[in-house]
Nanobody
């Protein structure tokens, strides 16, 4: 399973760094996506990164503000982490953020983590 963490309350213009960790699966083997779900809205993709980390994709609202990365250096694959650095946060970024894993691009996401709440408010 996956676990997203790092959310919290931040003022507009502030930054947060979310982490996605796993238990029971080797994170290195999966492409990871970050999603968010605002209150009373559908869950939407924010960013994704390939298994190797060589390919990243962002939705337009995240471009230039968010950076997805992964640390595949641990010998224990289950300890590796995927990050979402979020800068210049806006109130409309307020949502629960989830990470998910899939074997490769184009396949369904197989594993989902419990979300972490990000609140951007003054």
């Amino acid at each position: 399973q996956l676990q997203a963490s790092g959310g919290g309350l931040v003022q507009p213009g502030g930054s947060l760094k979310l982490s996605c960790t796993a238990s029971g699966i080797a994170v290195n083997d999966y492409a990871i996506g970050w999603f968010h779900q605002a209150p009373e809205k559908e869950r939407k993709g924010v960013s994704r990164i390939s298994n190797s980390g060589s390919s990243t994709v962002y939705v337009d609202s995240a471009k230039g503000r968010f950076t997805i990365s992964r640390d595949n250096t641990s010998r224990d694959n289950t300890r590796n982490t995927v990050y979402l650095q979020m800068n210049s946060l806006k109130p409309e970024d307020t949502a629960v953020y989830y990470c998910a894993a899939r074997s490769s691009s184009g396949t369904p996401y197989q594993y989902w983590g419990q979300g972490t709440l990000v609140t951007v408010s003054s």
